[in-house]
T-cell receptor, first 115, second 113 residues
Framework: ETGVTQSPTHLIKTRGQQVTLRCSSQ?????VSWYQQALGQGPQFIFQ???????GRGNFPPRFSGLQFPNYSSELNVNALELDDSALYLC??????????????FGPGTRLTVL | TQLLEQSPQFLSIQEGENLTVYCNSS?????LQWYRQEPGEGPVLLVT?????EVKKLKRLTFQFGDARKDSSLHITAAQPGDTGLYLC?????????????FGKGTKLSVKP
């Protein structure tokens, strides 16, 4: 069984640029959630994808967008990068059955630095 | 708004000591999870507690869910340097209907040999 993988591991961008982060979900999982973890903070929910559609969104502006592909992998896109976007971006996968909550398993994250 | 508050924020102890960290909320959670996160890594799930009053043990770690399902604690017996890390508690938002987790800010534990 393959766990959650993310790429790239680290990324440095400048303010105003755009970035795409990638996530492969754990085998057998159909749902991907993205979280932002600033230094010294707990992860904050960005959005979740299920069946290739956004299935819930946290308090993040529209310049944060995503995709889920038929193989359940996912991308997080951030446009017009700001300095405060510097953080560890975490992807978590789970198996969604109906409306019940299911445990999420996290990838190692992508460390984004915006200069 | 559901919030999870963790205390203490930082904890530095010697190997062999016992410790307890806390996770509190004014809201009821259907379940709470505890994660450990090491620098540059994603959180790793330690345990999920579901029933009020539930106690779960994982080797030297003991997790308890409050009777009212508003709080939880993690007790470590005879801490070892390998226990060093950020301990996060998390719970499903809005009873899990939106499928996302709310996290506390974490307790950063350092165990010195």
């Amino acid at each position: 069984e393959t766990g959650v993988t993310q790429s790239p591991t680290h990324l440095i961008k400048t303010r105003g640029q755009q970035v795409t982060l990638r996530c492969s979900s754990q085998s057998g999982h159909n749902t991907v959630s993205w979280y932002q973890q600033a230094l010294g903070q707990g992860p904050q929910f960005i959005f979740q994808y299920y069946r290739e559609e956004e299935n819930g969104r946290g308090n993040f502006p529209p310049r944060f967008s995503g995709l889920q592909f038929p193989n359940y992998s996912s991308e997080l896109n951030v446009n017009a990068l700001e300095l405060d976007d510097s953080a560890l971006y975490l992807c978590a996968s789970s198996l969604k059955r109906g409306s019940s909550y299911n445990e999420q398993f996290f990838g190692p994250g992508t460390r984004l630095t915006v200069l | 708004t559901q919030l999870l508050e963790q205390s203490p924020q930082f904890l530095s102890i010697q190997e062999g000591e016992n410790l307890t960290v806390y996770c509190n909320s004014s809201s009821v959670f259907s379940s709470l999870q505890w994660y450990r996160q090491e620098p540059g890594e994603g959180p790793v799930l330690l345990v999920t507690v579901v029933t009020g009053g539930e106690v779960k043990k994982l080797k030297r770690l003991t997790f308890q869910f409050g009777d009212a399902r508003k709080d939880s604690s993690l007790h470590i017996t005879a801490a070892q340097p390998g226990d060093t890390g950020l301990y996060l508690c998390a719970g499903p938002d809005y009873g899990g209907s939106q499928g996302n987790l709310i996290f506390g800010k974490g307790t950063k534990l350092s165990v010195k040999p």
